[in-house]
């Protein structure tokens, strides 16, 4: 049976799809739940997450944003229970690119990310006062 146009597909782990298939792959617009609560909703192409989407994960942690082969690629908003959002782009799943890291209490970091870690200059803020600093590998140098 060839899987074509819209419809459903469960795994024995109690996972599920909703959404498009194209030739027997999931391709197009779709939602996926993960038997651990994990949930997609968005666009796919050839069984990976491709282009828009939004996953949320059991412990609330949700990303919004652009997709690139199943990895957070482009820009997109990453956000945490506890309040904080990293708001910015994205390389491979790492920050990667110009962003903002806002905390809880209204504190926020905007500049540069380099796979994963704060690079160059950084312009922080904190209640109306902003100070510059220049960051090397995830560490403040100045």
């Not at 082969?69 to 990667?96: M, T």
């Not at 690079?119 to 590998?137: A, D, H, L």
């Amino acid at each position: 049976m060839t899987l074509h146009g819209h419809g459903t597909q469960v795994w024995p782990d109690g996972s599920s799809y909703v959404g498009d298939f194209f030739e027997n792959t999931i391709s197009g617009h779709g939602t996926f739940r993960h038997a651990s609560g994990l949930v997609y909703v968005g666009q796919f192409v050839n069984n990976q997450k491709q282009g828009e989407g939004t996953q949320t994960w059991p412990d609330g942690e949700k990303y919004v944003g652009q997709w690139h082969q199943d990895s957070l690629h482009g820009k997109g908003a990453f956000s945490w229970p506890d309040g904080r959002v990293y708001d910015g782009e994205y390389v491979e799943n790492k920050k990667h690119g110009h962003g903002c890291f806002t905390w809880p209490d209204g504190r926020s970091v905007k500049g540069t990310w380099l796979q994963g870690k704060q690079q160059g200059e950084m312009t922080m803020y904190r209640r109306g006062v902003s100070t510059c600093g220049i960051w090397e590998k995830g560490k403040r140098i100045k």
